[in-house]
């Protein structure tokens, strides 16, 4: 492949994911990582791209990938993760479940459970559920994101405040390699915030895209969370904030 093809790939792979690593362009184009960085760094003198260590992502730290994009982006694993988390929940638990394309596939995995409560201010996740008579689905207020269905906003915020429940599923847009969990929305970090502090137990759900991938808002520390469920060992100055905030890591 002609270096100018590799280059309109590149730039295809990382609109697609928002982040990809240097492993998987190496693995993806067969070719030396000396090359790839060099096509990165070409890249990224361009504008085309931001150039992180490790991987590349999407120039823009203010606005997501579209939904119907992340939604089709490493479904399978997603799907393990989502495996993973619902076989950690007990029938008859009670939880947040948070916007996002992992915390959506997390509620289709939980539709064999049973009389679970879930509150959730995803409008995706309630009507994957709301099939399930013996399930409790309790919808947040507040405005809807029409591109996502995410509900955000004070009346959001206002209302998940009330609940105290024993886990909340998570999703988050970027983790920066200090372990920061990054976001595009302040509302939503604001809402995100109201989960962590009334949940028992704190499921973060994340594809390995998200390390290293840039966003606007900081939601805080990694170590805000009980657990930590994705597909790849994350890089390792992540896993050194994880360890010593006693970060429970699960593989999926």
């Keep these: 492949m002609k270096q100018t093809q590799r280059h309109d790939a590149i730039i295809e792979l990382v609109k ?38 490790g991987g590349a992502a999407i120039p823009s730290s203010s606005v997501n990938t579209s939904w119907h994009d992340r939604r089709a982006t490493l479904a399978s694993e997603k799907a393990r993760i989502a495996q993973k988390v619902a076989s950690q929940i007990p029938d008859g638990a009670t ?8 915390p959506e596939a997390v509620a289709h995995a939980l ?24 399930f409790r689905i309790i919808l947040a207020g507040g405005e809807l994101r029409s591109r996502d ?32 969990l990054l976001e595009f929305d302040y509302h939503e970090v604001r809402t995100k915030r109201a989960i962590i502090d009334n949940s ?14 840039n966003a ?31 970060v429970q890591l699960e593989l999926c």
Excluded: W
């Design 16 to 53: 697609k994911q928002g982040y990809v690593s240097t492993e998987e362009l190496v693995e993806h184009f067969s070719v030396s990582p000396q090359t790839i960085r060099r096509d990165l760094n070409d890249l990224a003198d361009q504008n085309i791209i931001m150039r992180h260590h």
């Design 200 to 213: 028992r137990h704190v499921m973060l759900v994340v594809d390995h895209t998200k390390f290293g991938r």
């Design 111 to 134: 539709l064999d459970h049973n009389h679970l409560r879930v509150v959730t201010n995803n409008l995706n996740v309630a009507n994957t559920l709301m099939v399930k008579d013996d």
């Design 95 to 102: 939880l947040f479940i948070d916007i996002g394309t992992t």
């Design 149 to 180: 269905g995410g509900i955000i906003g004070e009346a959001t915020l206002d209302f998940i405040s009330q609940f105290r429940l024993d886990f909340g599923i998570l999703g988050i847009s970027g983790i920066d390699s200090d372990g920061s």
């Design 216 to 246: 606007m808002v900081n939601l805080g520390s990694i170590g805000l969370v009980d657990a930590l469920y994705t597909d790849i060992m994350p890089p390792a100055s992540v896993m050194q904030v994880i360890a010593e905030n006693n």
